[in-house]
C-alpha cells in the first residue's frame, strides 16, 4: 500500500520560514513527478508546485517565489520550503504524485497556520 505522509507544519509569524516534507513508503516514486497542494479555509484546493523525476520545477504564479520544491529520489521524499510566509498561506498542505496509471496523494497533511 502506497502512503504519503506531510509533516514539518505549524504556527508562525507572518515573514517567518516553515519546510515541509513528505515520506512515501510502499512504493518507489522517483520516475513519478510529485506536487503540493493546499487547501485553506473555506477555499478550493490549490496547486502549488510540481516536480518531474529530472528535477524540473513548475510554480504557481500566485507564490512569486517565496517557496521552493525538492526531492530526494534516494529517500523518496519531498520538500517544500516555504519563506516569507503571509496569512494568506493558512491552509492545509498535502502532497501528491502522479506516476500515470496511478496517482497518490497524502491522507492526512500538514497545517500550516501564519498569524499577523
Known amino acids: 500500500q502506497v502512503q504519503l505522509v506531510e509533516s514539518g507544519g505549524g504556527s508562525v509569524q507572518a515573514g517567518g520560514s516553515l519546510k515541509l516534507s513528505c515520506a512515501a513508503s510502499g512504493r518507489n516514486l522517483s520516475t513519478c513527478s510529485m506536487a503540493w497542494y493546499r487547501q485553506g479555509p473555506e477555499k478550493e484546493r490549490e496547486l502549488l508546485a510540481s516536480?518531474?523525476?529530472?528535477?524540473?520545477?513548475k510554480y504557481a504564479d500566485f507564490l512569486k517565489g517565496r517557496f521552493t520544491i525538492s526531492r530526494d529520489n534516494a529517500e523518496n521524499t519531498m520538500s517544500l520550503q516555504m519563506n516569507s510566509l503571509e496569512t494568506d498561506d493558512t491552509a492545509l498542505y498535502f502532497c501528491?504524485?502522479?506516476?500515470?496509471?496511478?496517482?497518490?496523494?497524502g491522507r492526512q497533511g500538514t497545517q500550516v497556520t501564519v498569524s499577523s
Open positions: 516536480i518531474e523525476a529530472s528535477g524540473f520545477a
Open positions: 501528491a504524485a502522479d506516476c500515470g496509471w496511478d496517482t497518490y496523494i
